[in-house]
């Protein structure tokens, strides 16, 4: 396996979007007839798990424990064609499919749902057995059943979808089936306000009224006590928490107190809710309740919590001291309009009374035309909504001093119902029961309007199975009338149920009006509740009547409570003793239809929000009640259909998922109903539940969406499209898969690539901790790649398994000129090792082709590279985050910062994210990027960059972020030609000079053709020598010193076609590579072997483009070794790669390495690849790609950080072993100095007898700036130097003296102690250990960088330029500090001080 971790941080580019590893296992094909099951990883990448028979189908998919269980219409799935009827399980851990027992579902099936709580698994589709379109497969005992309820039929006579409700205590059915429920026997729900606290003192008549909001009251408690934490009347409104400090109030000790509210506001009410306070000295035990303004001492009914008897009292009414009563209800004998009321506390114990709670208790319901307060109890307030334009009005009520606001509007005389404005309450209803409802209409003496008053008409819709109630009122009244507009019962479907009530002009309105105009008035609407009784006849109204049936009819929706235990038949009437309160889902969906069911209309995904609404979508579209006009998606919410935004969408919904406040929807549509989005809304959109409105997911998708799953901040969307589209409708590839990153609200990379129609995605087993979410994916595919990415991939290694791959964490995209169209996509084959082929050493094979004209042949036209595709890329430390980005070039755009930019990028492998250059746009494609040590970037390729003479080369400065036009004279085409540049380099020999090479004449006004040196520090373009003829494709060099250029293309040389050449920097001059003729055409790519002169690849097409070639240059001739690629081969780059393990040794090459060879491939052994390795005698395939079209890809070249990388390999010892032997080495080491030393100090000692003492002497030693290194360590090497070197004290060992006699020596021998790339870190064997123990703490390196600059002459020091970021690896030492470069590899010591 490769090494890749030698080479630093690596890139791999190319014309690709998806990409695989090639393994030893058999190849996979894809029969697009058939399904095929995908696993997805947390991170992205598919594998292929087996397919179903040629036309099967996988609709869905869940999950028990550790088994996968997936469905459809199939007869037979996995590679080895498992016998399973449209169902089977998967073993993850075994990769084994299984079929289900016998007896299963006789037809296809469209949804599966997993109970893991009782191991069940609900199966639901369109069969008869062993259920009707519904069955339950115990995992426990292996077996089939029919559900408690038998199944369904009617309609499709299919269900589509099995979901659970948001508290997961029962099941959801949809699809296209018919229900059918006990009429005139209505069950209700029996809530009794279960957001109310229960209490003894209350009943479930008093428990059902909702009390009145007093947010706006004036009220006051006197005396009240002086304890702040205690006086406070407003906080026993609605008490935040238990009885106590801020939650209660105390009257002034040793008084009675009176509370007195007044509202301003007419209030039906129908009694108080009185709550005592527990505190210690304090409590309320008599009372009396007077109304305003009348100062009437109501007659009170109450519950004796003792007894449980009713009770009334008028006076001296008492409250109880019990403290296990929260508090207790006391009702006045009939509903009450007033004011306000006032509250006598005339008896109470110790110090002085107080309360808890205190409430106003309405007459049941209500809702006012102008805003509404939320009560207290209740999850939500009141709501009014309404159509047409509406004015306020105040109107005099028959209460004294007080005002009630009404909102008008005026309609023209003549206009229809359909055309006047409209008016809706929704009211808050807490329970259930039996209600009057009225209708408050303000007369019209007060408002001198009666002309142009008239009727409307009044639509109630109550719930509960009742039909909608439908009156028309007059409002031509001279006062204030109350009308009943409906009488029944109410059932709340959740806890925040509001029952509706509109309003609108009359079909034939009262009146003539008054200059042309009638006037709609909107008051309150009053609900009284007459009975809490849990079951109740249907409603009956004021007017008109309603017919009745033996049973009420509901489509497409059904719900099982999971704890039920009762056993019915649902293919015929259903009791009334088994329906729920969402059952009204069917009933009234069946009635909003025009009971029009046809097997069109269905309902094909439900999802449930924790409010309690639910929301339906699937293929229909709404044609009576309040919901008329609305289609394919729909809300339930508190007992009734309400319309979204834009009366739904314009095409079949087919999937939801449900994240926090956002639903998200897939299927066939293109926008809602009314177009409001602007066509954004393809296949894919975003209802946000708290704004109730519609967002967009960029663009969409160009197809249709079968499935959705959240994974991992993901919201994972399958289908039958290839490209998933941003806000600009640009799009992105994304072959039937595609991911929407919920946090950045973008389209993201998949992780994985496939071209089909996928009809499912869905979250596999649970994930371990810290793991993310493993998923499959089923579809009709027609290609796959194990991962996605347009055009760019990094690479680590990972050991024996293969490299890990990392695709580019965004998406490029396409909408740029293609360069040419992909090859044909040919069969893979199995990994075949190939050889070892038959090698004639040294053979000149020159005869086997015939000689070359003078004339070269032209290069062949560059492999396909259909956008998106990257095809060159180079490291760069951006200084300012410190992270090593990728600087890409090829065909490609993208977005940033809301701006589309094209051909060159920065990527950030650490943040996923990608800019652009600031300035000027390429316009083209980029084939080369080089950076230089001074932050220059050169770009290459065939383009133009706008607004400066720049064709096929540009500079730009990373440092300042901007093009530097004037440092660069530009190229030169000849005539009839254009610039292209391929190649970008640069050589150790040569610096501060960058070698350009591509199809070109000149170079401002240097004649260069196809070659030239530009001096970055002179700006200044030079010739090589004399120069060549013809076009050069790759670069590459030779020599310890990189002092050889061997350049390859379609060269001609001296008069001669050459094809590759060198050219020697020290004398100037050109050479062909050996016998010309050996070489049978253009080449393409050209690499060195470690700088080996006598170890050269090329690879090319033959002279007539026929057929391609791979040669290799012994020293003396050229030789094949390419002979089995085929004739679709387009060879991009030859690169030699370091390996993790050794190959067998031949004469080509080293064990220790391989050549790999990228570009589009083709080989009779392999079949198709991107990139294979060759050790000399085998080609061994090793990735493949491709397109976005599910073409054959390419791979363009592999690009890493590091300019010198090692390739020997490293064997380290155990490092048990290296530190005993380092502190053997050490003790001997130091024994043997302490020897010295003495020895030292004798002969210093006798010295000093005849020697004069001179002071100045003493600190000569004290120069610890100079002394290089300090550690003991390493005064350990330079002590053992000094012994071995033969240096004159080795108490001196690194002194100035010394220090700089060596940077002017220029035969010093290499210091084999001292530290460099290769022993510093790590001990390699017994002699490096002496080292050892430094690396075995820790290996680690931190980035700093150069603040002055360092010649770094000396032995083992590293030269540093002002600014140059290094990698310090030791700083243990004071004063010098061991470092890397990471742009050259190279390791040395510095000077600690010089860098920051």
Request: proline share 5%; charged share 10%.
């Amino acid at each position: 396996m490769v090494d890749f971790s030698r080479m630093g941080q690596v890139g791999l580019a190319g014309a690709f979007a998806g990409l695989s590893l090639f393994n030893n296992s058999t190849a996979v094909t894809f029969d697009p007839s058939a399904s095929s099951l995908l696993a997805r990883t947390g991170e992205g990448a598919l594998t292929t798990l087996g397919t179903t028979n040629a036309g099967g189908s996988i609709q869905s998919g869940c999950a028990i424990n550790n088994i996968f269980y997936l469905a459809g219409s199939f007869s037979s799935i996995g590679n080895t064609s498992v016998s399973a009827s449209n169902i089977a399980s998967y073993t993850p851990s075994s990769g084994v499919f299984a079929a289900l027992g016998s007896n299963g579902p006789n037809g296809p099936i469209h949804s599966l749902y997993c109970d893991v709580s009782t191991s069940q698994l609900w199966v639901g589709g369109s069969f008869t057995s062993p259920g009707s379109s519904v069955a339950i497969w115990d995992t426990k005992s292996n077996s089939w059943s029919a559900p408690p309820f038998k199944g369904f039929t009617g309609g499709g006579g299919e269900v589509l979808s099995i979901t659970s409700n948001a508290s997961e205590n029962s099941l959801f059915f949809a699809g296209s089936f018919l229900t059918a429920f006990t009429a005139n026997a209505i069950a209700l729900n029996n809530t009794n306000n279960p957001n109310v606290p229960y209490s003894p003192g209350a009943t479930p008549f008093s428990s059902s009224l909702v009390p009145v909001p007093l947010q706006g009251a004036e009220i006051l408690g006197q005396p009240s006590s002086s304890d702040p934490e205690f006086s406070d009347i407003s906080n026993i409104l609605c008490p935040a928490g238990p009885d106590g400090p801020g939650n209660t109030w105390l009257a002034a000790n040793g008084n009675g107190a009176v509370i007195t509210i007044r509202d301003f506001s007419s209030i039906n009410a129908y009694g108080v809710r009185l709550g005592n306070t527990f505190q210690s000295g304090f409590g309320t035990t008599t009372f009396s309740v007077t109304s305003i303004p009348d100062n009437t001492v109501q007659t009170l009914s109450y519950v004796n919590p003792s007894t449980g008897q009713n009770m009334t009292c008028t006076a001296t009414c008492p409250l109880s001291t019990d403290s296990s009563i929260l508090y207790q209800d006391f009702i006045f004998t009939a509903p009450v309009t007033l004011t306000g009321i006032q509250i006598t506390l005339s008896g109470w114990t110790g110090e002085a009374p107080g309360l808890h709670m205190l409430q106003l208790l309405s007459s049941g319901a209500f809702a006012s035309s102008n805003g509404n307060l939320q009560s207290c109890f209740s999850p939500n307030p009141s709501n009014t909504t309404s159509t047409g334009q509406w004015t306020t009005k105040d109107a005099v009520t028959n209460i004294p001093a007080t005002l009630q606001t009404v909102l008008v509007s005026t309609v023209a005389v003549g206009a229809s119902p359909s055309q006047a404005p409209s008016f809706t309450w929704q009211p808050y209803v807490s329970a259930s029961g039996q209600y009057d409802v009225y209708l408050v209409i303000p007369g019209c003496a007060d408002f001198q309007d009666c002309p142009l008053r008239t009727s409307v008409q009044v639509t109630v819709f109550p719930g509960g199975g009742s039909q909608p109630w439908v009156s028309t009122v007059s409002q031509q009244v001279q006062s204030d009338t109350t009308t009943l507009i409906y009488s029944g019962p109410i059932v709340p479907s959740s806890t925040d149920f509001v029952t509706t009530v509109s309003m609108t002009l009359a079909n034939n309105p009262a009146g003539t009006g008054q200059d042309g105009q009638y006037e709609l008035v909107a008051g309150n609407v009053a609900l009284v509740l007459t009975s809490a009784d849990v079951t109740s006849a249907a409603g009956s109204g004021s007017s008109g009547s309603n017919a009745t049936s033996s049973s009420q009819h509901g489509f497409g929706f059904f719900e099982w409570p999971l704890s039920s235990s009762a056993s019915i038949d649902a293919t015929g009437t259903i009791p009334n003793t088994s329906e729920t309160s969402l059952d009204m889902i069917s009933i009234d969906l069946y009635n909003a239809l025009g009971a029009t069911t046809s097997t069109t209309v269905s309902v094909t995904v439900v999802a449930q929000h924790p409010s309690g609404t639910v929301y339906l979508g699937g293929n229909f579209q709404l044609i009576s009640g309040s919901t008329s006009g609305v289609s394919n998606i729909v809300a339930f919410k508190s007992g009734s259909f309400i319309s979204l935004p834009n009366n739904g969408l314009n095409g079949p919904v087919t999937s939801f998922v449900l994240s926090g406040n956002e639903l998200y929807v897939g299927g066939s549509f293109t926008d809602t109903n009314t177009a409001s989005m602007q066509g954004k809304l393809n296949g894919v959109a975003i209802y946000d539940v708290s704004s109730n409105s519609w967002k967009a997911m960029g663009a969409g998708v160009n197809g249709a969406v079968n499935s959705l799953a959240l994974a991992n901040g993901q919201i994972v969307v399958a289908g039958n499209f290839t490209e998933a589209l941003n806000s600009s409708a640009s799009g992105v590839p994304a072959g039937g898969l595609a991911t929407w990153n919920v946090s950045t609200g973008l389209w993201v990379n998949s992780g994985g690539f496939v071209v089909g129609n996928m009809t499912f995605i869905g979250n596999g087993t649970l994930p371990a901790s810290g793991q993310k979410q493993t998923q499959f994916v089923a579809g009709n595919v027609d290609t796959m790649a194990e991962y996605g990415s347009s055009g760019l991939v990094i690479l680590s290694s990972g050991g024996s398994t293969g490299p890990l791959v990392t695709p580019m964490g965004i998406q490029l995209t396409s909408n740029v000129t293609n360069v040419s169209s992909p090859a044909t996509l040919t069969k893979r084959h199995p990994h075949v090792r190939r050889g070892p082929s038959a090698w004639i050493s040294h053979l000149n094979i020159g005869t086997l082709f015939t000689r070359q004209s003078a004339t070269s042949s032209a290069l062949p036209p560059s492999p396909p590279a259909p956008a998106p595709a990257v095809l060159a890329g180079a490291f760069w430390t951006n200084v300012s985050t410190s992270h090593q980005v990728a600087i890409i070039g090829g065909n490609f755009s993208f977005s940033s910062s809301s701006t589309t930019s094209s051909a060159v990028a920065i990527y950030d492998p650490v943040t996923s994210s990608i800019s652009a250059l600031a300035g000027a746009q390429i316009n083209g494609v980029v084939r080369a990027v080089y950076v230089d040590q001074q932050q220059q970037l050169f770009v290459g390729g065939e383009f133009n960059l706008t607004g400066t003479s720049a064709t096929g080369l540009a500079l730009y400065d990373l440092s300042t972020q901007q093009w530097d036009t004037s440092s660069m004279q530009p190229l030169q085409s000849s005539a009839g030609s254009s610039v292209v540049v391929r190649s970008i380099t640069s050589s150790i020999y040569k610096s501060d000079t960058v070698v350009v090479a591509g199809s070109f004449a000149q170079a401002g006004s240097v004649s260069c053709q196809a070659i030239c040196l530009f001096d970055t520090t002179l700006n200044q373009w030079n010739p090589l020598g004399s120069g060549i003829q013809g076009d050069i494709s790759s670069v590459s060099y030779a020599g310890n010193t990189q002092e050889i250029l061997i350049a390859a293309g379609s060269i001609t040389l001296g008069g001669l076609t050459t094809n590759v050449a060198q050219y020697n920097f020290a004398d100037s001059t050109w050479a062909a590579i050996g016998n010309s003729a050996e070489i049978p055409g253009p080449v393409t790519a050209v690499t060195v072997n470690n700088g080996n002169y006598s170890s050269i690849f090329a690879a090319g097409r033959t002279a007539d483009g026929s057929s391609p070639f791979m040669m290799f240059w012994d020293g003396v001739s050229w030789n094949s070794v390419g002979s089995s690629l085929q004739g679709t081969t387009n060879i991009s780059q030859l690169l030699m790669v370091p390996l993790l393990d050794t190959h067998s040794a031949n004469s080509i090459i080293e064990s220790d390495r391989m050549l790999m060879i990228s570009g589009a491939l083709s080989d009779s052994s392999f079949g198709s690849a991107s990139s294979v390795l060759f050790d000399g005698s085998s080609f061994i395939p090793y990735m493949a790609t491709v397109t976005a079209q599910g073409a054959l890809g390419s791979i363009s070249s592999l690009f890493y950080s590091l300019a010198n990388f090692s390739f020997g390999q490293q064997q380290f010892l155990a490092t048990g072993i290296v530190i005993l032997i380092s502190i053997a080495i050490a003790a001997g080491v130091v024994f043997l100095l302490a020897l010295i030393g003495i020895l030292w100090t004798l002969l210093s000692r006798r010295d000093d007898r005849v020697a004069k003492y001179n002071a100045s002497d003493d600190d000569d030693d004290d120069n610890s700036a100079q002394h290089r290194p300090s550690s003991l360590l390493e005064h350990i090497n330079a002590a053992t130097r000094t012994t071995i070197l033969g240096a004159a004290s080795p108490l001196n060992m690194v002194g100035t003296e010394k220090d700089e006699a060596a940077r002017k020596s220029t035969a010093a021998e290499p210091d084999p102690f001292g530290p460099d790339g290769s022993n510093y870190l790590r001990a390699e064997t017994p002699s490096d250990a002496v080292v050892g123990t430094m690396a075995a703490e820790e290996e680690f390196a931190r980035p700093a960088h150069a603040r002055y600059s360092f010649d770094g002459m000396g032995e083992g020091e590293l030269p540093l330029t002002a600014g140059l970021e290094v990698e310090v690896l030791d700083d243990r030492d004071t004063a010098w500090w061991y470092t890397r470069n990471p742009q050259t590899g190279q390791e040395g010591v510095v000077p600690a001080a010089y860098l920051y």
